[in-house]
């Protein structure tokens, strides 16, 4: 007679996102149509008659006659009695009427789901649960995702109570259960389920993908959590918004749209506009000679460091995160400056789809130079000699000529910038990718191609980018998955022999007055040192070509062991390696000078044809220049993580080993006396002079990582971040640093007198942290002296100039890390049911131990070079704001977001010497120097 209570699981999945908003459409028709029929079948079951004439009977036997003449099923548990005695003398009486007269007076209770009344029996009022133990018995089951996998560590917790457990490596479970506890099966990135025990002993749920609730999977260093329990200050992207901007790297693509990265991209050239990024700001001096890389964030893509963020195929990237706080203290030695995190696209179980996606983009000069015409610039130098009383330049008569136009070959009008740089230029990308998988092999390939065409007119600067990237994740056993990914990129720019700021420059200096090109097309004469800036913008003059390839292979294995629930073991092996070539070749170039001799003029004396005289300008012969280098790093990184939940606490464990190693040499040779430009081969050249030079480099770092993630009622979160780097460039005493975090948060929303006095507030969140990181500029072995060789000796009596050895650096005994401490206090909010939200960020930094000269102590005129030392002093402060809407509008969906930053730095000692006016100080106030 008992019977089981059969629940569905129902999901809709589109196979293709762009049938997105159809697919929302027959959600909300499907659940419509749920709605209507569940109504329908409530007014079905109200209008039903029966007949009953039976006395004293049991109610198990009642219940049978109700389901021959209804149709309906009764499920009930033991808590009801069966054995009751009941007299029934009914004729065409409506089914809900009896029902109601046989449980009068009980404490059963009756629902009508479907074609099943089920029955329960009504708790008393102010019985504590716990006096109902008695009556729990165990229940078990098994969780699966939507492709029927096992859902390995969700979390299935009995309402209103600690009692708990999590899925096993088969997704199965079991726990004791009273009828009517209700069992909640949570896992990150899926809908929770709630299930209400009646008669059930075993359970079978399907969890489904919630797609917001991935969104808010973040990733931080070395693993991944929750964005509503997030303790740092870390900012997220979605790879679906960065793919939108149609940028033509990543970091314009991310510009104002992640709080606290600044991005400044200082030019425009092809190959050469990577944007700068600046976390929080500028927290340190850098290096004074203007290179930006100790102010940039360590860049981590997918898991290994010092990866270019500005080749990566933007449609590859699956999310970005930032961190900007003490959470950026997972990464140690190297996070002083933020940390930027890029996880790349995976493949997913299903049919293999191919995606292509191209855009085309037009550009032009923000600003340039605007520079005075022939006629403006021989009339203003006329007035001036005239006010001056010199002997005049230009007549009259000139002047009218040069504003006419009239007479091309002697009174021309050049405009040098219109000569030089277009109007519009072009940048176009490609991006093809198959992702897919079988039999639980999950594939993801993509090719990318990028190319920026030059901006001037003579075609002479170009970029183009190809670039490959595949990722095949294996499982070999249930306990047992391995992954290889691969990434290679092939980059090629070109460029003039003449660097553009010089030529920009030299188009301004050049009078308009003289021609960049005659009027039957041949190159103009030189306004000074062989110089025509259109000329020298072409490869007449010779060019300098870049290539770069990078080949990046990870090999990775995860291991789930089945007798240890909640522990994952995790390696990887990386090797990185980049070849690259430069090749510069310089030639003399070819200009034309008037020979007035020959010039064949019409009736009114103007220039009509007249011969030019070819010269070879610039080099006297042409010379190559060619530089080979090669960078290779390899990782190795071993893990352990292990997480559970017991009750109202949820705890993880992180720790890692990890082993970097690189290495480097670089090679370079120079000819010149080349008799042609034809063979652009050293060995063309002359042995005279010739020159050749290499270097090698190299660096290590090791470091233990640990992390401690706590949560009680996930309400009140803690995570503890400690790390131990030790870097090759420091004394072996003193080549280790220890870089702790605490970082600290409250769901203040999540409490009881939250939710009563404060329920138009979804979620507030109220965080701090503190953090110590570092970072080690400069080059190895500074603490050691450092020798150099020289030739231009000449001893004996033979006068054969020997090598030479001197000292070309002093040693720093003392170096050690530049070290940052970091505070941060902030709050996440949303609010009116989460059409709005609002984050801000409060920081203060300090950072200490800057590499920095003793400017003050010894001046650069005393002919002294002793070595950097750790000295300088840098604070820096802000805050930050992200507020956004968001709201659907039928099949529309709004989102308006905005985010304003604001860091201010301060640099409180460098050594500086004194200046000749106050203004012109780095530094707040006068330090005196000691030594």
């Keep these: 007679m008992r019977k089981k209570l059969l629940r569905g699981f129902y999901t809709i999945k589109s196979p293709n996102l762009k049938h997105l908003l159809r697919t929302i459409q027959l959600s909300v028709i499907l659940l419509f149509t749920c709605v209507i029929c569940s109504y329908s079948s409530n007014i079905e079951f109200q209008k039903l008659e029966i007949s009953i004439h039976e006395k004293d009977i049991n109610m198990e036997q009642v219940f049978s006659i109700i389901e021959k003449q209804t149709g309906y099923m009764f499920i009930f548990n033991s808590q009801i009695d069966l054995s009751r005695k009941v007299s029934v003398d009914v004729e065409n009486k409506l089914v809900t009427e009896v029902l109601d007269e046989l449980f009068k007076k009980t404490t059963i209770k009756y629902v009508v789901e479907g074609s099943h009344i089920v029955l329960s029996v009504e708790k008393a009022k102010n019985v504590p649960v716990n006096n109902q133990n008695s009556s729990k018995r165990k229940i078990t089951g098994t969780v699966t995702d939507e492709r029927g996998d096992a859902v390995i560590g969700a979390n299935v917790i009995i309402k209103g109570t600690t009692d708990g457990t999590i899925t096993d490596i088969d997704g199965n479970f079991s726990l004791d259960a009273s009828p009517g506890d209700i069992v909640e099966i949570r896992y990150v990135g899926y809908v929770q389920q709630s299930i209400t025990i009646n008669n059930q002993t075993s359970l079978a749920i399907r969890l489904m993908e919630d797609r917001q609730a991935l969104s808010e999977v973040v990733v931080v260093g070395y693993g991944v959590q929750k964005k509503e329990n ?11 918004e960065i793919a939108s901007a149609n940028a033509f790297d990543v970091g314009n693509a991310i510009s104002g749209r992640i709080p606290g990265a600044i991005v400044i991209q200082g030019s425009g050239e092809p190959g050469k506009d990577e944007a700068q990024i600046l976390i929080r700001g500028r927290s340190t001096l850098g290096d004074r000679k203007g290179d930006s890389k100790p102010l940039n964030p360590l860049v981590v893509i997918d898991g290994i460091p010092d990866r270019s963020l500005y080749e990566i195929d933007p449609n590859d990237i699956e999310n970005i995160s930032v961190l900007k706080d003490a959470s950026a203290a997972i990464y140690g030695s190297r996070a002083a400056n933020g940390v930027i995190l890029v996880t790349t696209k995976s493949g997913a179980d299903k049919k293999a789809t191919l995606s292509y996606q191209f855009s085309h983009g037009f550009k032009t000069a923000t600003k340039l130079p605007e520079l005075a015409d022939a006629g403006e610039y021989s009339q203003y130098i006329s007035d001036y000699q005239t006010y001056q009383g010199l002997s005049r330049l230009y007549s009259d008569r000139d002047v009218e000529l040069y504003k006419s136009g009239v007479d091309p070959w002697e009174h021309p009008n050049t405009d040098w910038m219109s000569d030089l740089i277009k109007k519009w230029t072009t940048e176009s990308r490609h991006s093809l990718s198959i992702n897919g998988g079988m039999e639980k092999m999950r594939y993801y390939v993509s090719f990318g191609y990028k190319n920026n065409e030059a901006f001037y007119k003579q075609e002479s600067t170009s970029y183009k980018q190809y670039n490959l990237r595949a990722k095949l994740d294996m499982p070999i056993t249930d306990w047992l998955e391995t992954s290889v990914q691969y990434g290679g990129f092939m980059t090629t720019r070109k ?36 110089v025509n800036p259109v000329v020298n913008t072409s490869f007449e003059a010779g060019y300098d070509r870049q290539e770069n390839y990078k080949n990046e292979i990870t090999f990775r294995a995860s291991i789930k062991p089945p007798m240890i629930e909640g522990l994952s073991l995790d390696a990887f092996f990386n090797y990185d390696v980049n070849n690259y070539n430069k090749k510069i070749f310089k030639k003399p170039w070819t200009l034309y000078y008037p020979m007035y001799e020959t010039a064949v003029r019409n009736a009114d004396g103007f220039i009509t044809d007249m011969e030019l005289e070819p010269r070879l300008r610039g080099l006297d012969s042409p010379d190559l220049t060619e530089e080979n280098s090669r960078a290779r790093k390899t990782m190795f990184n071993v893990s352990f993580n292990y997480g559970r939940t017991f009750g109202d606490h949820t705890f993880s464990v992180f720790g890692s080993f990890e082993q970097y190693n690189e290495d480097s040499f670089m090679f370079d040779a120079y000819r010149k006396y080349f008799i042609s430009n034809l063979v652009e081969a050293l060995s063309a050249g002359g042995d005279k002079d010739k020159t050749n030079s290499g270097e090698l480099g190299i660096y290590a770092r090791r470091s233990w990582i640990s992390r401690l993630n706590y949560s009680f009622k996930d309400r009140y979160l803690l995570e503890f971040i400690y790390r131990r780097d030790g870097s090759l ?19 203040a929303s999540e409490e009881a007198f939250w939710k009563e006095s404060l329920s138009f507030i979804d979620y507030f969140k109220l965080r701090g942290t503190y953090g110590k990181m570092g970072m080690d500029p400069g080059d190895p072995f500074q603490y050691i002296n450092k020798y150099a060789l020289d030739a231009g000796l000449s001893l004996g009596m033979s006068k054969d100039v020997v090598t030479k050895i001197y000292q070309s650096v002093l040693a720093n005994p003392n170096i050690t890390w530049e070290k940052q401490t970091t505070y941060n206090v902030g709050f996440d909010s949303q609010f009116a049911n989460q059409i709005f939200h609002l984050n801000t960020e409060f920081f203060y930094n300090r950072r200490s131990d800057i590499l920095v000269k003793k400017n003050a102590s010894v001046p650069s005129f005393t002919g002294l070079a002793l070595p950097d030392e750790n000295i300088g002093i840098v604070d820096n402060k802000g805050f930050e704001i992200d507020a956004g809407f968001h709201k659907s509008f039928g099949d529309i969906r709004l989102d308006l977001t905005g985010n304003i930053s604001l860091a201010k ?14 203004w012109q100080r780095e530094t707040p106030a006068t330090h005196t120097a000691q030594s």
């Design 230 to 240: 997030l303790v740092g200050a870390v900012a997220a992207i979605q790879g679906a």
């Design 495 to 530: 460029y003039p022999i003449t660097e553009t700021a010089r030529l920009l420059g030299w188009a301004t200096l050049v009078v308009p007055t003289v021609p960049a090109f005659w009027p039957t097309g041949e190159p103009g004469p030189d306004f000074e040192g062989g």
């Design 729 to 747: 460039k420091f004394p072996p005493n003193s080549r280790w640093g220890n870089f702790p975090a605490i970082l600290l948060a409250w769901r």
């Design 905 to 918: 730095n301060k640099v409180k000692f460098m050594d500086e010497p004194e200046r000749s006016v106050p």
